[in-house]
């Protein structure tokens, strides 16, 4: 069974600081991994997009991590504003089958940052 | 470009009533249309999906139900709402990049419905 498991549940940190948020994967033939940023009340939008090939991409402060060999990923914010408070979702995409796509969602991480 | 609306974005609702939330997609054609469900604290639940007109699939048995009377457009529906049926709803589609092998799309959300059953 596919499935996304991601850590810390929450996490609080003040301004400025760093943090990094983790994702582990069990989703088969492995297609792409997305990081998810949702404020509270909205949509989810994408931060980044890893495939199988890649090891690191950046995105502003965000910097996203995979090892596809231990199946983890991580997200990386750099230098935190109170803006980046909000929920941090990993979403992990098979090869699909028989043309239907359905990607597994991870339960988010929930971040704070304070002033 | 592409948009997505979804409304009515708040409704409160009394337990036994009907319930109907709208999607529509501009600017694109066949897209694939999700409705996903996201309870206070948890993660995303996907409901149904379509990827085509008239074609949903279920994920979990519910007390809810889908409609694609057009291609950019999915209704989510309920006879008769149920005090767990209570959550945030979001509509997404996804759009199409890399190969038919390895799509990479990103899916797009609309801005939600929250629905309150009393």
């Known amino acids: 069974k596919n499935q996304v498991e991601q850590s810390p549940q929450s996490l609080i940190i003040l301004e400025g600081k760093n943090c990094t948020l983790q994702c582990n994967y069990t989703v088969s033939p492995f297609s792409n991994l997305r990081w998810y940023k949702q404020d509270t009340g909205r949509g989810p939008v994408s931060l980044t997009i890893?495939?199988?090939?890649?090891n690191t991409k950046s995105n502003g402060r965000y910097t996203a991590t995979l090892d596809a060999d231990t199946k983890q990923s991580s997200l990386h914010i750099t230098a935190s504003q109170l803006s980046d408070s909000a929920s941090y979702i990993c979403v992990v995409s098979a090869i699909p089958s028989g043309g239907s796509y359905i990607p597994t969602f991870g339960r988010g991480t929930s971040l704070i940052v304070h002033p | 470009s592409q948009t997505i609306h979804q409304w009515p974005a708040t409704l409160v609702q009394p337990v036994g009533s009907p319930l109907s939330l709208e999607c529509t997609v501009e600017?694109?054609?066949?897209?694939?249309l999700y409705w996903y469900r996201q309870a206070a604290g948890r993660g995303l639940q996907l409901l149904f999906y379509?990827?085509?007109?008239?074609?949903i699939s279920s994920e979990v048995p519910q007390n809810l139900s889908a409609s694609r009377p057009q291609d950019r457009q999915f209704i989510l529906s309920s006879k008769k709402l149920l005090l767990s049926d209570s959550g945030f709803y979001l509509c997404?589609?996804?759009?199409?990049?890399?190969?038919?092998?390895?799509?990479?799309?990103?899916?797009?959300f609309g801005e939600g419905s929250r629905l309150t059953v009393l």
């Open positions: 997404a589609w996804r759009a199409f990049t890399g190969t038919i092998i390895a799509n990479t799309g990103e899916l797009f």
């Open positions: 379509s990827v085509g007109i008239g074609q």
């Open positions: 600017g694109t054609s066949n897209p694939n």
């Open positions: 890893m495939t199988f090939s890649e």
